[in-house]
Nanobody, 127 residues
Framework: QVQLVEAGGGLVQAGDSLRLSCVAS????????MGWFRQAPGKEREFVAA????????YYEDSVKGRFTISRAIAKNTVYLQVNSLKPEDTAVYYC????????????????????WGQGTQVTVSS
């Protein structure tokens, strides 16, 4: 069992930045990759970014490239999402997720590929 706890969300203005964090506890030694997803009201949960735990390879959804940065601190069992130049359309609940086994890069973008999820942190961007 792995537990994920997100933090760092809030109410900000367009153009502001936030740093989201996700701390993993439990059987974290088997982590292959961690991902960030988001879900806006009335919309499906969508991929934002992912990082492979050991190699640190990163992957992003096109609309956040250049504005969002995913990183991890292995010793702290923590994954971060630095979100810059926020836009109102970035408003959503942001979730972190973890996967234990190897999977292809393409499949890291799918919600079904992840084994465990956090409860989410709300990000609201006002214009």
């Amino acid at each position: 069992q792995v537990q994920l706890v997100e933090a760092g969300g809030g109410l900000v203005q367009a153009g502001d930045s936030l740093r989201l964090s996700c701390v993993a506890s439990g059987r974290t030694f088997s982590t292959y990759a961690m991902g960030w997803f988001r879900q806006a009201p009335g919309k499906e949960r969508e991929f934002v970014a992912a990082i492979t735990w050991i190699s640190g390879s990163t992957y992003y959804e096109d609309s956040v490239k250049g504005r969002f940065t995913i990183s991890r601190a292995i010793a702290k069992n923590t994954v971060y999402l630095q979100v810059n130049s926020l836009k109102p359309e970035d408003t959503a609940v942001y979730y972190c997720a973890g996967r234990t086994a190897f999977i292809s890069t393409l499949n890291l973008r799918a919600t079904a590929s992840y084994d465990y999820w956090g409860q989410g942190t709300q990000v609201t961007v006002s214009s």
